[in-house]
């Protein structure tokens, strides 16, 4: 067997990213390292670093802190504690079904675990061949593509960088629909069913959408078929999108605005609410669902706004991670 053959195969398992902790200081950091993407603000630098640097983050860190320190965990950011228990559930899976070694390592786009350090890591394990797999089921430029951009950049100084394969999506894959219908099951059979079930997705500006971004689309097909396997007709669900930011146009409908009317609505009483485009809970799942939007919705009037947790670290939902790096491992592996 040759020195490649016998080498050890890589999976990068990446995700967005958190502040390293709930300090003002360290929530700049990261939002200057987030916003300073040119895939997530794709507006002209000229115009938008003055509103960076002389606005943004000038508030917005003291805020977002405070939204931070009401979900964080013990062990940590809670996108963090789950994507490390995800890389953990994944590798010992692959370790007990694979021959080859199989090395996986975390990093985040944005903060720590850095995208940089975990190829660093797969690159002392021996690893010469290295799967992409962002845990973003629907393909996005402002996600997945500016993953991408960053392991390019991060391995163009390299003597010999590792072959690359990647994974784009998965938002119609049996295992994440089952996972996600199952875990909505068990929703109702511990809360019974609410009156509607929202699908929220994070938004993106329409215009991104104008340009060729088909996240949309990969989030319309989600939904369709999660409600074709809960068996929901059209009125039984509605798809929003959340997270919006700034002034322009976001996909639409929002789910602030959703919440605020169906809480006046004297015909629906409770809410479940499920993001379906979040492989972990954070901040945009616990503090703006569970906390901000519930806000909304009682506050309207509306009875009770219930949130259905992220997979996280489910065991169907690790089982569902690893087969997808076995299948796209085949003439590696």
């Known amino acids: 067997m040759s020195r490649e053959e016998s080498a050890p195969v890589g999976v990068l398992f990446t995700n967005l990213g958190s502040p390293d902790d709930t300090?003002?200081?360290?929530?700049?950091?990261?939002?200057?390292?987030?916003?300073?993407?040119?895939?997530?603000?794709?507006?002209?630098?000229?115009?938008?670093l003055p509103i960076l640097y002389g606005v943004i983050l000038t508030v917005r860190p003291k805020n977002s802190a405070e939204g931070y320190r009401s979900v964080w965990m013990d062990e940590g950011s809670p996108l963090i504690v789950y994507a490390r228990r995800q890389a953990a559930g994944i590798q010992a899976?692959?370790?007990?079904?694979?021959?080859?070694?199989?090395h996986v390592a975390l990093g985040m786009r944005y903060g720590n675990?850095?995208?940089?350090?975990?190829l660093e890591e797969l690159h002392a394990a021996g690893c010469r061949k290295v799967l992409v797999?962002?845990?973003?089921?629907?393909?996005?430029?402002?996600?997945?593509?500016?993953?991408?951009?960053?392991?390019?950049?991060?391995?163009?100084?390299?003597?010999?960088?590792?072959?690359?394969?990647?994974?784009?999506r998965y938002h119609d894959d049996p295992g994440y629909i089952a996972a996600l219908a199952a875990s909505v099951r068990e929703h109702w059979q511990t809360h019974g069913r609410a009156d509607k079930l929202v699908m929220s997705f994070h938004g993106i500006p329409k215009r991104y959408v104008k340009q060729g971004d088909p996240y949309p689309r990969d989030c319309g097909i989600t939904a369709q078929l999660l409600a074709d396997a809960l068996g929901l007709s059209r009125?039984?669900?509605?798809?929003?999108?959340?997270?919006r930011f700034g002034r322009e146009p976001w996909l639409q409908p929002y789910l602030d605005e959703t919440m605020k009317a169906w809480g006046a609505d004297p015909n629906i009483d409770t809410v479940d609410v499920i993001c379906p485009?979040?492989?972990?809970?954070?901040?945009?799942t616990l503090e703006e669902i569970r906390e901000e939007n519930r806000g909304y919705f009682e506050g309207a009037g509306g009875q009770?706004?219930?949130?259905?947790?992220?997979?996280?670290?489910?065991?169907?939902?690790?089982?569902?991670?690893?087969?997808?790096?076995?299948?796209?491992?085949?003439?590696?592996?």
Not at 93 to 102: D, N, Y
Not at 133 to 140: G, I, K, N, R, T
Request: one cysteine or more.
């Open 133 to 168: 797999f962002p845990a973003y089921p629907q393909y996005s430029a402002t996600t997945v593509a500016t993953t991408f951009d960053k392991v390019s950049e991060v391995l163009e100084d390299w003597p010999e960088p590792p072959a690359l394969r990647q994974i784009n």
């Open 93 to 102: 899976k692959l370790s007990a079904q694979m021959s080859t070694p199989v």
């Open 113 to 118: 675990p850095s995208i940089e350090s975990a």
């Open 23 to 48: 300090s003002v200081k360290s929530v700049r950091r990261y939002l200057r390292e987030f916003l300073s993407d040119r895939r997530v603000i794709d507006l002209n630098r000229a115009a938008w």
């Open 235 to 243: 009125n039984d669900y509605k798809v929003c999108f959340q997270s």
């Open 304 to 333: 009770a706004l219930r949130y259905i947790p992220a997979l996280n670290d489910r065991e169907d939902h690790i089982e569902m991670f690893a087969r997808l790096i076995r299948e796209q491992l085949a003439g590696w592996a």
């Open 277 to 284: 485009g979040f492989s972990s809970d954070c901040l945009e």
